[in-house]
């Protein structure tokens, strides 16, 4: 069993920053793919980020160059770092911890909104 908590949203100028934090516990995170979704009004959930346990990470197209995934595995924390943000990017981000699509945990998510 995995606990996700999520932290760190909140609304920002466009072309401002964020940074995200996800606190994990329960036992063998680092086993874990984890990752950053994000939901908005009217949406499907989609995939932001996902950072794999031997540290590889992939982004969605319309994000790279701006966010950065990263993991702390000795403290159990995901991040993710959104720069140069966009009215679009405003949505509920959840953070996600995925272990060979076998099992599967969310946090309850956090809100980001990029507004003038």
């Known amino acids: 069993q995995v606990q996700l908590v999520e932290s760190g949203g909140g609304l920002v100028h466009p072309g401002g920053s964020l940074r995200l934090s996800c606190a994990a516990s329960?036992?063998?995170?680092?086993?874990?793919?984890m990752g950053w979704y994000r939901q908005a009004p009217g949406r499907q959930r989609e995939l932001v980020a996902v950072?794999?346990?031997?540290?590889?990470?992939n982004y969605r197209d319309s994000v790279k160059g701006r966010f950065t995934i990263s993991r702390d595995n000795a403290k159990n924390t995901v991040s993710l770092q959104m720069d140069s943000l966009k009215p679009e990017d405003t949505a509920v981000y959840y953070c996600?911890?995925?272990?060979?699509?076998?099992?599967?945990?969310w946090g309850q998510g956090t809100q980001v909104t990029v507004s003038a």
């Open positions: 996600n911890a995925d272990f060979g699509h076998v099992l599967s945990y």
């Open positions: 329960g036992s063998d995170f680092s086993r874990y793919a």
């Open positions: 950072v794999f346990s031997g540290g590889s990470a």
